[in-house]
T-cell receptor, first 114, second 114 residues
Framework: DAGVTQSPTHLIKTRGQQVTLRCSPKSGHDTVSWYQQALGQGPQFIFQYYEEEERQRGNFPDRFSGHQFPNYSSELNVNALLLGDSALYLC?????????????FGSGTQLSVL | DQQVKQNSPSLSVQEGRISILNCDYT??????FLWYKKYPAEGPTFLISISSIKDKNEDGRFTVFLNKSAKHLSLHIVPSQPGDSAVYFCAASATNFGNEKLTFGTGTRLTIIP
């Protein structure tokens, strides 16, 4: 059973560019959340998608947007990249209706903005 | 505003002894707490959780204690093993299940000395 898979694993971009990160949830999970983990910090909640709609959003600017597809996979898009967007981006899947299923994280995409 | 705080960035413990990791929170709306463990180049993995209606939850070598009046929780690992060396994140949720939006602390790097 594959867990949460994220691609790519590493990415280098320059300021002002746009980036798209991808995530496939764990089998049986229908909800995808995205987190940003800056160096030396804990993961910070960006947003959560369920039934192809953004369900909750953290304190991130509109440059951060997402999408969920009918197969429950998800994309995170970041526009007009800033140096401060350099971080590990983690995708987590869950099934909110199943109380014993906690957030299951992927290994992340390491984004470097130069 | 750091709503979940882990004030010890690192901790070293002798193999076989008890490891105690601490976490404080400020948001009274949090009612579910989790500990995640993270190895390098991997995503965080769920370790143990506790609901605010309990003050202790035990799972094998891992026990989490919750003191609601002090807004403090701790993770006890006994006996500590070399494989426990990792970064431990405390996380909190304002839902009952902990599979919705999580607020993480900054983490404590635990090193078990053989």
């Amino acid at each position: 059973d594959a867990g949460v898979t994220q691609s790519p694993t590493h990415l280098i971009k320059t300021r002002g560019q746009q980036v798209t990160l991808r995530c496939s949830p764990k089998s049986g999970h229908d909800t995808v959340s995205w987190y940003q983990q800056a160096l030396g910090q804990g993961p910070q909640f960006i947003f959560q998608y369920y039934e192809e709609e953004e369900r909750q959003r953290g304190n991130f600017p509109d440059r951060f947007s997402g999408h969920q597809f009918p197969n429950y996979s998800s994309e995170l898009n970041v526009n007009a990249l800033l140096l401060g967007d350099s971080a590990l981006y983690l995708c987590a899947s869950s099934s909110p209706g199943r109380a014993n299923e906690k957030l299951f994280f992927g290994s992340g995409t390491q984004l470097s903005v130069l | 505003d750091q709503q979940v705080k882990q004030n010890s960035p690192s901790l070293s413990v002798q193999e076989g002894r008890i490891s105690i990791l601490n976490c404080d929170y400020t948001n009274s709306m949090f009612d579910y707490f989790l500990w995640y463990k993270k190895y390098p180049a991997e995503g965080p993995t769920f370790l143990i959780s506790i609901s605010s209606i309990k003050d202790k939850n035990e799972d094998g070598r891992f026990t989490v204690f919750l003191n609601k009046s002090a807004k403090h929780l701790s993770l006890h690992i006994v006996p500590s093993q070399p494989g426990d060396s990792a970064v431990y994140f405390c996380a909190a949720s304002a839902t009952n299940f902990g599979n919705e939006k999580l607020t993480f602390g900054t983490g404590t790097r635990l090193t078990i000395i053989p």
